[in-house]
């Protein structure tokens, strides 16, 4: 039987605090005026404390189970795309896993910046059509306020937080994602960077006091390359799937600047209501944007059963990329009602499993310390049984 790969779920999530482009103007030197006519952005939304990369990604999960009606027991996958991981380490999609209680879900974190969602996109298609998955959930989170100088007027006025989720299920309809490209050129990597906190310069007083934890960015390069990719991935990802552009419905786009996807508009010779912009009320939110952008289509009925759309972004790296999606709700398997009551009741379980996952953890840790006090050898392995 052949496999397909069906978006069956979406969902997104954003930050509550809106900072629009006049409050910037009141801490850095720029101005409404000059934000939205050289990007077209005119508010974002910024994280507070308690909002992170991964409360964000959790409820733009939630929405798209619940969209799907599926369990989070039958999640086989979850890659969570970002920039803005909560830690280095443990993966931000391990705490999505665990707040979910996906408890047999692997779960991974992407680095391929603002392409990230494009290319777990891909992955996760692949995985389902070769048969080592049925259900992955795909997520672009971010909370790039985190990361960037909001003493810096070229970069400050780019970026926003969010979220936005996919999830992808196995199905003998044809549809759903037909075809995906991944490209990247690592020459360019300094054109868009976080220097410091990584193996080459790891955080220090200096590094602090220099502002290299921030995003430094040469905005002509990545506007350059920028317009360079957006048609070309796009042209050729159609190409794969066997369409021509006549055959797209709508392109979501990275949301990044609005003279990119007015300039990718041009080059594919495609009217500009074809595209879905929504970056005035986001700005750049790097993994997340496609997702959100795609929900608000949907949402608004801008996407129809059977339609062909392109997504298609590119970001640091560089790194660019695109898919094609035939978008097909009757796609979804069949599920029982009282999915929906046991999801709500198993979320406030996961909690709890979670919570007892940690003490059985911390029991077994004082148990295997004293007896390898008592027995010789080893220090660093717990002794063996039997
Ligand atoms: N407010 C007011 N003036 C600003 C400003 C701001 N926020 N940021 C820069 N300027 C000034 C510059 O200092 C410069 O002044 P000068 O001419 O006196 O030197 C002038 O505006 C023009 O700056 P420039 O950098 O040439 O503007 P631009 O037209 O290239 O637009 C970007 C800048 C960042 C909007 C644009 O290059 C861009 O969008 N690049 C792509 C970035 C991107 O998408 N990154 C994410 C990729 S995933």
Redesign the pocket.
Known sequence: MERYAHITGWGMAVPERVVTNDELAKT????DE??AS??GIRQRYVANARETTASLALEAARAALEVADLSPRQIDLIIVATSTPEHIMPATACLVQDALGAINAGAFDLSA??SGFIYALGLAANGIRCGAHNNVLVIGSETLSRIVNWKD??TC??FGDGAGAFLLQASSVPGGVLASLMRSDGSGGDS?IVPAGGSRMPASAESVRNNQHFIQ?D??E??RF?TRVMASAAREVVQCAGLTLDDIALVVP?Q??RR?IESAARSLNLPEDRFVVNLDRYG?T?TASIPIALCEAVAAGRVRPNDHLVLVG???GLTWGAAVVQWNETAKPEVSPWHRIGRQAGYGLSRVRSAVRRGLRRVEGIVYGKQSEVGAGDETLPPRRG
Do not use: P
């Open positions: 850095v030197d720029t101005s000059w934000i050289r990007t910046a603002c007027r070229s006025i780019l868009l960015m905005g002509k990545v506007y920028a990275h990044a600047n990119i750049n790097s590119f970001g640091a």
